[in-house]
Nanobody, 121 residues
Framework: QVQLVESGGGLVQAGGSLRLSCAASGRTSSSYRMAWFRQAPGKEREFVAAITWSGSATLYAHSVKGRFTISRENAKNTVYLQMNSLKPEDTAVYYC??????????????WGQGTQVTVSS
């Protein structure tokens, strides 16, 4: 089992930045790919970004590419999401996810509780 705890959410003005963190605990010795998803009110959860266990490869949703950066520090069992040039449409609950399978599937076994990001116009 892996437990994920997100932090770093908050209220920011449009054009501002936030950095989300996701701390993993439990069976962190396994090689997990990590990802961020988000869910806005009244909408389905959507993929934001993913990173391989080594950090050598990343994948982004078109809507955030060039503005968001996913990274990880395996020594700290932590993954980050640096969000720049934030827009009101980025407002959502952001979730961290982990999975031991290879590839870029959006199926993930473990999920955090989420952290709220609100971007004001």
């Amino acid at each position: 089992q892996v437990q994920l705890v997100e932090s770093g959410g908050g209220l920011v003005q449009a054009g501002g930045s936030l950095r989300l963190s996701c701390a993993a605990s439990g069976r962190t010795s396994s090689s997990y790919r990590m990802a961020w998803f988000r869910q806005a009110p009244g909408k389905e959860r959507e993929f934001v970004a993913a990173i391989t266990w080594s950090g050598s490869a990343t994948l982004y949703a078109h809507s955030v590419k060039g503005r968001f950066t996913i990274s990880r520090e395996n020594a700290k069992n932590t993954v980050y999401l640096q969000m720049n040039s934030l827009k009101p449409e980025d407002t959502a609950v952001y979730y961290c996810a982990a999975d031991s399978r290879l590839g870029w599937s959006t199926d993930y076994d473990y999920w955090g509780q989420g952290t709220q990001v609100t971007v004001s116009s």
